[in-house]
């Protein structure tokens, strides 16, 4: 995971928030990583539909990282950033912050990046066109 920025400043837009909630824990009472997880997913989709114009699905997820567990009530924060464009794909990175822990502190709780591809309206894979 790379960390080029001072870990106290989110980098990106801020393109999701939401808020932890019971329904969302896993066993031990933090929220469940696989939500946090379809949270950025959402955040990303945010993002590239808005640079494509049209349909965009999920291809993969790298550099994923879980540095702390999320509280139930925390307001969860999710920062997109383009990285690059391919002819028919996009990589954005997301990073996701929360406010409200233990300590009411904000802090950066995961981040990884995803990478889109552009949608024609028969399913196709599509130019993602000038960005």
């Not at 990106?12 to 066993?27: E, I, S, V, W, Y």
């Not at 933090?30 to 989709?45: E, N």
């Not at 794909?89 to 990073?95: A, T, Y």
Request: with cysteine.
């Amino acid at each position: 995971m790379k960390t080029t920025h001072r870990p106290a400043d989110p980098v990106g837009q801020l393109t999701l928030q939401t808020l932890a909630m019971p329904r969302d824990t896993n066993p031990h009472g933090d929220i469940f990583g696989g939500w946090l997880l379809s949270q950025m997913d959402l955040a990303g989709a945010v993002l590239a539909r808005q640079l494509t114009k049209g349909r965009v699905a999920t291809v993969a997820v790298s550099d994923m990282g879980f540095l702390r567990p999320v509280p139930v009530g925390a307001l969860v924060s999710c920062y997109t950033s383009l990285l690059e464009t391919g002819r028919t794909s996009m990589r954005i990175n997301i990073e996701v912050w929360i406010d409200g822990g233990d300590n009411g502190e904000r802090a950066k709780v995961t981040e990884g990046d995803f990478v889109y591809v552009a949608i024609s309206e028969d399913g196709k894979t599509r130019p993602v066109g000038r960005i």
